[in-house]
Nanobody, 122 residues
Framework: QVQLVESGGGLVQAGGSLRLSCAASGLTFSSYYMGWFRQAPGKEREFVAAISTSGRRTYYADSVKGRFAISRDNAKNTVYLQMNSLRPEDTAVHYC???????????????WGQGTQVTVSS
């Protein structure tokens, strides 16, 4: 069965950095577009970033553009989210997801991880 397992979350001060990882199994990873989403308490889940199957194309939400970087290693079946200049408003559970289309729409993603908590203190 398909599994997406996130890691790398934690508590960091504002201005700090974290690198999230998402290890995939049970699917042909290189055939899937990958995305990161997040959900803060009391808010709807929102798109963060997406990456094409080859890794050559990336797309970001305006709120993280210039601060976050998505990348992937198809040999390791892993997608990453490098988060720099973190702000308190980045506090949320962060999820990775796999899709057969290159999209920011969460309903187009077929598989989801369990999420990893990112907390940014001011």
């Amino acid at each position: 069965q398909v599994q997406l397992v996130e890691s790398g979350g934690g508590l960091v001060q504002a201005g700090g950095s974290l690198r999230l990882s998402c290890a995939a199994s049970g699917l042909t990873f290189s055939s899937y577009y990958m995305g990161w989403f997040r959900q803060a308490p009391g808010k709807e889940r929102e798109f963060v970033a997406a990456i094409s199957t080859s890794g050559r194309r990336t797309y970001y939400a305006d709120s993280v553009k210039g601060r976050f970087a998505i990348s992937r290693d198809n040999a390791k079946n892993t997608v990453y989210l490098q988060m720099n200049s973190l702000r308190p408003e980045d506090t949320a559970v962060h999820y990775c997801a796999a899709s057969q289309t290159y999209t920011a729409r969460d309903y187009s993603y077929d598989y989801w991880g369990q999420g990893t908590q990112v907390t940014v203190s001011s």
